[in-house]
């Protein structure tokens, strides 16, 4: 028997529906003339928690950690139990096993621990579906691959998942300890990849707060050539004077005297280069999950974990393929479906898309197709599937049109123009001059709604020139203009800034060596991660356009990590290792002891770590925890946040602690109590016997003279 093991229910219905006859639906699984169809509901095994390993790890205690397990376990979900107990039954039924997970790292290791969990020796295959429309699935029937191929990014998913629980389980515990001693009743989540998330918008926001705008000068001159006026920018040379940090002119005196100089000059302009160069721009590439997620938040105002939700519904309706892909490529074997699906699109009830598929060239051949580019899955492109328009709802109709338009320019030629640069010189000054004439507008009149594109495109002509041509001046002038302070993040901007991480990396080693990594997080996690942060309180979005902003909550979080975990160096570089791993080019046992090592050196720093104290009563003890209210067996009382290591116990008076009236001035942690002695009262100290101080009574009180 063949037995099929999807990821979830849905997904094994559709690969039951393209087996032989006869297809009948069991509890949990199907049986079809071609074999039977189970599946899982996602993870159904998951991480064991801390304290599944041993007992006392249910209690959070800074002595414990680093946890290492010596053996990773993992344990049956309790709501899939039902479900893993048909999948086990089928799986020792079975003489052979496709393992139908989606096609990327994580789909590859739920099934893959299923089968290593239960001990299976039964032969694996691998079905690969990109897409669920009839054509696919069948193709992808019939060419099922060995699952010892995908053995690499099985390691790789399970060093993130480790690395993230070795990350998580205890640093959280170890920043949440160091906190709560200091008086902060909160919980402060760390993660391998949430954390320098979050540590972005917080400097984000901080560079807002001490931004100084300052103030620079533009020179712009007008010149008259022979064959028509043109417009040029002054350029400062090395040793100019009034340039601020940035190259900018920013001394008014300076930039008044240059005005002066040029406009008094009385000879002609002189053209001393001018180069013209034929250009070419590719077609834009079609969609991963990221891409869509950046333009649909920029076009739209959607937010990233809606633009999955919307992609995954037309998958799952067959007109759109896999949609958690991070690849913006296609094998050469689609190049074939690409008649059909230009001819769905023409058909298409939009008027725009349908020309767009119209005026499509099937023969045109793009860089788009390239089998070097392909792992588990391709771009997000329409499948052969007939797509009824006007059934979908509005953001499913966008998402659609998105990820169509980014496939069809694939079917246009490059966008051409010719580039010209002069350089011209008067009084002594150097100009700039940059024109473009646009000789194929290609696959970029898909995009002219686009104002980006557009302001980039309009047609900056210049005359006709030549180097040795002169020109007069007409006319020079100077604006003033401002920096500008940095834009918040919104969830889309900041899923961006996830996947060009290197552009905030600070190592300029590593920052060249992760610009063509594919960032921090997944394709299928980064919105849930944004997501998380927002709803857990340590982001809130502000305004109508959703910027992002950090709570209190973060600023406490982020201010006591070290920069190890909150600049993304680190995880970038993890991350980068992850991708080897997955080409069977790094090892899981050694990613997993550098994470240990890594947990382990923070664990210890957190150990001796001082956070601001947060709360109206400081211990007068230790003096560095602060008093918090308890339920004792005799009812209320307040103890010190730093317990165990300081055991101050004071009763509660009117919700407030009783402190003593008189503070030990010798070892300044215990207080003064009136003892009776066989020479009547004397007071002592509460730390007795560490600490010895006796004073005489005076009046009731302790005279601070010490007794003899």
């Known amino acids: ?127 690969l579906l990109n897409a669920l429309d009839e054509h696919s699935i069948k193709q992808a029937l019939a060419n099922l691959r060995a699952n010892s191929d995908f053995y690499p990014l099985k390691q790789s998913a399970l060093a993130r998942s ?184 023409r058909t298409i009830q939009q008027e725009e898309l349908a020309l767009w598929a119209a005026n499509a060239n099937v023969k045109i051949k793009s860089r788009v197709w390239n089998d070097k580019k392909i792992t588990a899955h391709h771009a997000i492109i329409p499948t052969v599937e007939r797509c009824d328009y006007s059934s979908l709802s509005l953001m499913e109709k966008n998402i659609y049109l998105l990820i169509s338009q980014a496939y069809l320019s694939q079917f246009y030629p490059p966008y051409a123009y010719s580039q010209t640069r002069a350089e011209i010189q008067h009084a002594n000054e150097i100009f700039i001059a940059n024109g473009r004439i646009v000789t194929e507008i290609g696959w970029k009149q898909l995009y002219l709604a686009d104002t980006e594109d557009k302001k980039e495109d309009e047609e900056k002509t210049l005359p006709a020139m030549a180097t040795g041509d002169q020109a007069d001046l007409l006319a020079c002038a100077a604006e003033k203009k401002s920096t500008r302070p940095p834009q918040r993040f919104t969830a889309g901007t900041l899923l961006a800034a996830m996947k060009e991480i290197h552009k905030y990396v600070k190592d300029p080693d590593l920052k060249k060596q992760l610009k063509d990594a594919s960032g921090i997080g ?19 979005e502000t305004t109508k356009k959703k910027y992002l902003v950090p709570t209190e909550a973060a600023y406490l979080l982020i201010d006591a990590l070290p920069e190890e975990l909150t ?20 090892s899981l046992d050694d990613f997993i002891q550098q994470q240990a090592e890594f947990t382990a050196s923070i664990c210890s720093m957190a150990t001796g770590l001082q956070i601001a104290l947060n709360g109206e009563h400081p211990c007068p003890q230790c003096g560095h925890g602060v008093l918090q209210q308890r339920n004792g067996k005799n009812g209320k009382f307040w103890g010190c946040s730093q317990y165990p290591k300081c055991k101050a116990g004071y009763d509660d008076h009117d919700g407030a602690p009783q402190k003593p009236k008189y503070a030990c001035p010798r070892c300044q942690h215990g207080s003064l109590r009136p003892i009776n002695g066989k020479n009547g009262v004397f007071w002592g100290c509460t730390k007795y016997p560490a600490c010895r101080a006796t004073y005489n009574d005076k009046e009731g009180a302790p005279d601070i003279t010490p007794s003899v």
């Not at 993870?43 to 801390?50: K, M, S, V």
């Not at 479900?83 to 089928?90: A, D, N, S």
């Not at 600049?567 to 790094?586: C, F, K, N, Q, V």
Request: hydrophobic fraction near 40%; charge should be neutral.
């Open 1 to 127: 028997m063949r037995l099929y093991i999807a990821e979830k229910p849905s997904m094994g219905a559709e690969i039951a529906k393209y087996l032989s006859a006869p297809v009948t639906r069991k509890d949990g699984y199907i049986t079809t003339g071609e074999g039977v169809v189970t599946w899982g509901y996602g993870h159904i095994l998951r991480q064991a928690e801390p304290g599944e390993y041993n007992q006392k790890y249910e209690k959070w205690r800074m002595e414990d950690l680093p946890i290492i397990p010596e053996e990773w376990k993992l344990l049956v979900s309790a709501s899939c139990k039902k479900q893993f107990t048909i999948v086990k039954r089928l799986i020792e039924e079975a003489t052979e096993i496709v393992h139908a997970g989606d096609p990327d790292r994580e789909g590859q290791l739920l099934i893959d621990e299923v089968l290593d969990y239960v001990k299976n020796e039964k032969p694996v295959k691998r079905i």
């Open 162 to 345: 480790r690395a993230d629980w070795l990350i998580g389980m205890n640093l959280s515990r170890a920043f949440t300890l160091a906190a709560q001693r200091a008086g902060h009743r909160i919980t402060l989540p760390v993660g391998r990849v949430k954390t320098p998330t979050l540590a972005l918008v917080v400097r984000r926001e901080r560079e807002l707060e001490n931004f100084i705008p300052a103030d620079y000068f533009t020179v712009k001159a007008e010149f008259q050539h022979v064959n028509g006026p043109f417009t040029a920018y002054w350029k400062p040379q090395d040793n100019q004077a009034g340039l601020d940090a940035e190259g900018r002119l920013a001394d008014q005196h300076v930039m008044e005297s240059l005005i002066t100089k040029i406009t008094s000059a009385v000879e002609a302009a002189k053209i001393i280069s001018c180069e013209t160069q034929d250009k070419k721009e590719a077609q834009r590439l079609p969609l991963s999950l990221s891409a869509l997620q950046v333009m649909a938040g920029k076009q739209y105002g959607y937010d990233p974990q809606t633009v999955l939700n919307t992609a995954q519904k037309l998958y799952e309706k067959k007109l759109t393929t896999y949609p958690r892909s991070d690849c913006e490529f296609l094998p050469e074997s689609q190049r074939s479906d690409a008649g059909a699906i230009l001819g769905n699109l």
């Open 522 to 540: 997944t394709e299928a996690t980064r919105a849930t991660i944004i997501k998380e942060l927002i709803d857990r309180g340590f982001l809130k």
């Open 567 to 586: 600049y993304p160096d680190s995880t970038a570089l993890w991350e980068a290792i992850l991708h080897r791993m997955a080409s069977g080019d790094a």
